[in-house]
């Protein structure tokens, strides 16, 4: 397995300087509302940006439009002229070794009350709310388990729910891979305001059923939650990438180790539908991709 699924996550992760930047909002377009429990955003904090630019642009057309701010690096990540996630140059934290890692951002609607939950429920504060312009407030915490995520309470509102599938190259699923899923499952309903129930699973390199939980915002699922792969990872929020076809995901694996990534795991079916496979960037950082044809449903609507 993979260097990044082994080393521990147990680092002082300072995600925003003390300078406050100001940031676009996450989406151009909103009906003004907040949706609490579901993931708006995603910034991918490496250290190689320009490699990580090539990869993905080479991979899935990601365009990548580099931002004015003082002394910080960002770049906002377009598929097909919409805006999906950012990217952060490592180089300018405060970190003390390779955090490369995608960082999944989830709406609250309260940040300082995410912050009293997290502590009560045994989480780490990792940065304190902090406003960044237009985007909203931003807060990075560490679950029970040791798994990194974001909070955003935006200004001008979350992204909509899509009625269709996004495109390939653009998110589809969230999954916490995590080392206590019922710990997890309740803290995150808690968190986001959500309801949960159980499912089965398998593996993700194909192994025995496992247990699964979903987080659902009424009729919409938001994200799974599932045990650890194997015992010696770190929990972490692994994203999905959609990906139309097998026909279509080989390919693109493939062209991987080319474009200076790597295969971290190879195409499995999963009993939900789909295949699934694990890649990384040049950065290293993980992210699954997930076969989703036209023809299935919203993976939110399962």
């Known amino acids: 397995m993979h260097r990044l699924f082994l080393f521990g996550f147990g680092l002082v992760l300072t995600a925003c300087s003390a300078i ?4 676009p909002p996450v989406a151009s377009e909103t009906d003004g509302e907040r949706r609490a429990g579901k993931f708006i955003w995603h910034d991918l904090i490496s250290d190689d940006p320009a490699g990580t630019e090539a990869f993905y642009g080479e991979l899935f057309g990601w365009e990548f439009r580099s931002l004015e701010l003082l002394g910080a690096s960002y770049w906002v990540i377009s598929l097909d002229g919409k805006p999906i ?22 709406s609250v609607a309260d940040p300082d009350v995410a912050v009293t939950i ?3 429920e045994g989480g780490q504060v990792l940065r304190e709310p902090v406003s960044i312009g237009d985007r909203g407030t931003i807060a990075v915490f ?38 206590d899923v ?8 808690r968190l986001g305001n959500l309801d949960t129930s159980a499912g089965d699973s398998e593996g993700v390199a194909g192994a025995d059923a496992i247990e699964y939980r979903l987080l659902r915002s009424g009729k919409l699922t938001r994200g799974g939650i599932r045990s650890l792969p194997q015992d010696d990872m770190p929990s972490l929020w692994m994203p999905y990438l959609r ?19 790597e ?23 993980p992210v699954a991709l997930q076969t989703w044809g036209n023809d299935q449903p919203l993976i939110e609507d399962i």
Not at 243 to 261: F, H, I, K, M, Q
């Open 182 to 189: 019922v710990d997890a499952a309740d803290f995150y309903a």
């Open 263 to 285: 295969v971290l795991v190879s195409a499995v079916a999963r009993p939900a539908g789909g295949h699934v496979a694990v890649i990384a960037g040049p950065s290293g950082a």
């Open 118 to 120: 997290v502590r009560e």
């Open 85 to 106: 996630a950012g990217m952060v140059d490592q180089s300018g934290l405060a970190a003390q070794r390779d955090i490369s890692q995608w960082m999944s951002v989830l």
């Open 20 to 23: 406050q930047y100001n940031l």
């Open 142 to 179: 560490a679950d029970a388990q040791g798994a990194h995520f974001a909070t955003l309470t935006t200004v001008t509102g979350d992204p909509v729910d899509e009625e269709l599938l996004p495109p390939e190259g653009a998110f589809l699923w969230h999954e916490l891979w995590t080392a």
């Open 243 to 261: 990906v139309e076809t097998l026909a279509r995901l080989e390919l693109l694996l493939a062209r991987v180790p080319a474009l200076g990534g």
